[in-house]
């Protein structure tokens, strides 16, 4: 497997602004807790940064 980045959602999506609930679904994070492994590309870099406020990189 290429490099990977793992994702962790630490915060609920109550409140939170439509467009930012619809990436962390596209990180594939669904509840609280919840972790993801996906390819460290610049893309999903970009989403982790857009919703840096509800996710936490781990390692």
């Known amino acids: 497997m290429?490099?990977?980045i793992k994702v962790k959602l630490v915060k609920g999506?109550?409140?939170t602004r439509q467009d930012?609930?619809?990436t962390v679904r596209?990180?594939?994070l669904r509840r609280v807790?919840?972790?993801s492994?996906?390819?460290d590309t610049p893309?999903?870099?970009g989403m982790i940064n857009k919703?840096?406020?509800l996710v936490k990189v781990v390692s």
Request: hydrophobic share 40%.
């Open 2 to 4: 290429a490099n990977t």
């Open 13 to 15: 999506l109550i409140g």
């Open 20 to 22: 930012h609930r619809a």
């Open 26 to 28: 596209g990180l594939g």
């Open 33 to 35: 807790n919840s972790v």
């Open 37 to 39: 492994e996906l390819e």
């Open 43 to 45: 893309s999903v870099r």
């Open 51 to 53: 919703v840096s406020y």
